[in-house]
């Protein structure tokens, strides 16, 4: 009557094994640490970089728990903080600017653990410490570089249209073009209408000119300030790895502030200056006429001519470029690394819109034999990767880039290219920092809360229930055991109302353990056998414990749903403490009595109180 198959108890021995397993990372701590990860795209993290570091800490006498190279880097663990800033400031001044020196924690887990998939579970901004930063996107300036792309649109459009005007000029947020011709004017208006719905044209007169105004309508300007602030987002946490951020809090607040939360990141500088951080793409054209030896040579002693800037490609050949831009990645729609199907290189596909499109399309029509830089511009540096020779007009909207190091580099590239621009300024307009001692003392707190609850529920039922109330210990054991591994496995982020979920979980997990105990208790009373009493306790109160879990969940889900920050992990924990507190005040409870019980002929007594 009161026994599981085999195939229950291994079942229930393996989800208790795996849940020890995954949990166990979360004993080890975590050590201080620092990340190296290369400043630019061509530059090589491999084991030549992870024997140099090792060299480096070597002769600066600097001791280190560990050093090792993974995806995303080289890590070194040290056994202090005072060691770890120690080493931050020896590596950054023997490596140089082409790394960047960030420091980080990492798990003190061993190994083979890490092998598996097991890892701690990552901790928030207010346990951890770290630092907050609310930014504000500056939407005026997102809709002013709006319209100043259409001036140069409006100028290539009525170029080839074949249409006579006599500027274009931006005036805020409205572009004017003046016609001595009204009828130049109502054939510009057919032509821009047609191509631009989303704008607003209205004509007006100055003098003896005619003037065509082009507005963007509201809804317009509400796509392009909701594509700004996804864009910076998005941007924000392709920044933020650099970092070596464990969890980044990255979050919309209202419709122009962003909120960003980076636990354990302590070095608040190194923060403000991923955040501020651009890159873009630009293709301009070199200048032939100029590129002479001569030229070239005074140009790279500082003898820059005029309209000109003077680079370096990756192959080492000096240029002239032109300082006009013909086109910039505000135009890209899509960038994806693959290979060169004739050389084999790594190179990146790019994809242009409809406007980028017709503007490449003309102006290598225009340039054929002539050479096209392309600059990638980071932190502020402008470098050109590639100058590849016009060969015939290029239509379609596809162009490819080669001159990639590598395939890393090329997706690193297609990823920038992306996403790798803000597409409207970001303002810091408040910041704080988070001590790690607040943090540790958060944690002390919430632990401490936790185990005193813990250890008062245990003396109430092993009191009351006696053996069965030991069962039922054991059984909450294990559920704080699988919650533990469960957010571990998951990745989750732990904070403070998260620990409050957890407090919450053992208090409904055991209140499902006491229905099922007064239900065996009733029973007794009521004649039954002390293994019918068994059977009729825990089939009767799954019900009441089933409805009074899916009623809780719905609430927890709808925490989820529409709360924010703290309120959504809160929801994430309760979630799944209610998961985790059905299989084993349930399952695995059952399972343990079945054990002491289940395999006794004759039972007068049950030791329930």
């Known amino acids: 009557m009161n026994r599981y198959p085999l195939w229950k108890y291994l079942m229930v021995l393996v989800v208790v094994l795996l849940g020890l397993l995954y949990a166990a990372p979360n004993l080890f701590g975590e ?75 990492l798990s003190r887990s061993p190994e083979w653990l890490r092998s598996i998939g097991a890892r701690p579970m990552y901790l928030g901004l207010d346990l951890r410490g770290g ?30 249209a074949r249409i006579n005007y006599l500027g274009v000029s931006r005036d805020g947020q409205a572009v004017n073009i003046r016609f001595k011709d009204t009828a ?14 989303d704008l607003t044209f209205r004509t007006s007169n100055r003098g003896e000119d005619s003037i065509l105004t082009a507005v963007l309508s509201e809804p317009a300007k509400k796509r392009i300030q909701e594509f700004a602030i996804k864009q910076n987002i998005q941007t924000l946490h392709n920044r933020i790895n650099e970092l070596g951020v464990a969890e980044p809090v990255i979050q919309q607040q209202g419709i122009d502030r962003v909120v960003v939360q980076l636990p354990g990141v302590q070095d608040t500088a190194k923060a403000k ?58 135009y890209i729609t899509d960038a994806g690394p693959g290979m060169d199907p004739q050389g084999g290189g790594a190179v990146v596909h790019v994809t242009l819109d409809a406007r980028g499109a017709r503007i490449f399309k003309q102006v290598t029509r225009e340039n054929v034999g002539k050479r ?95 053996l069965f109330g030991t069962v039922s210990v054991l059984a909450l054991s294990i559920n704080l055991i699988l919650l533990v591994a469960l957010l571990s496995m998951l990745q989750a982020t732990l904070t403070l109302p998260g620990i409050a979920a957890v407090a919450l979980t053992l208090g409904m997990a055991i209140d499902a353990n006491v229905l099922i105990n007064e239900r065996i208790r009733e029973e007794m009373r009521n004649g039954n ?29 709808a925490l989820f749903m529409f709360g924010t920050g703290p309120v959504k992990g809160f929801a994430v924990v309760h979630v799944l403490g209610i998961l985790t507190s059905m299989f084993s005040a349930v399952l695995v409870s059952r399972a343990v009595i079945n054990l002491i019980y289940g395999y006794r002929r004759k039972i007068s007594k049950l030791s329930i109180g």
């Open 529 to 557: 056998t002390p293994q019918a009493s068994i059977h009729a306790g825990y089939e009767r109160a799954f019900g009441t414990i089933l409805d009074a879990n899916v009623t809780t969940m719905i609430a927890g889900l």
């Open 372 to 466: 096209m830089a392309i600059l990638l511009i980071e932190k502020g540096q402008a470098e050109v990767i590639t100058a590849p020779v016009i060969r015939e007009e290029i239509g379609g909207g596809r162009v490819q880039i080669s001159g990639m190091a590598n395939t890393q580099e090329a997706t690193d590239v297609a990823l920038l290219l992306r996403a790798g621009a803000l597409a409207a300024p970001m303002e810091i307009i408040e910041e704080r920092t988070v001590g790690p001692s607040m943090g540790e003392a958060n944690i002390e707190r919430g632990m401490h809360s936790t185990l005193w609850g813990f250890v008062a529920i245990s003396i109430f039922m092993i009191a009351y229930y006696m």
């Open 131 to 160: 630092v907050h930063f609310l930014l504000q996107v500056d939407m005026k300036s997102a809709l002013d570089q709006a319209a100043e792309r259409y001036v140069g649109d409006f100028r290539s459009v009525l170029r080839t």
């Open 273 to 330: 200056e991923i955040l501020g951080r651009t890159a873009t793409l630009e293709i301009r054209m070199v200048d032939e006429d100029r590129s002479n030896a001569v030229t070239l040579e005074n140009a790279s002693k500082g003898q820059v001519p005029f309209g000109t800037e003077f680079y370096i490609d990756r192959n080492g050949i000096p240029m002239l470029v032109k300082k006009n831009v013909v086109l910039t990645g505000d």
């Open 31 to 105: 050590s201080p640490a620092v990340q190296i990860t290369a400043a630019k795209s061509n530059i090589q993290v491999d084991s030549a970089l992870l024997e140099n570091t090792e060299n480096i800490l070597k002769q600066e006498n600097i001791p280190f728990e560990a050093l090792f190279l993974d995806a995303t880097g080289v890590k070194v663990r040290f056994p202090s903080t005072d060691i770890q800033l120690q080493a931050k400031d020896a590596l950054q001044a023997r490596l140089g600017k082409d790394y960047v020196i960030a420091l980080n924690l």
């Open 184 to 197: 130049e004017l109502s054939k510009a208006q057919r032509v821009l209408e047609k191509e631009y719905p």
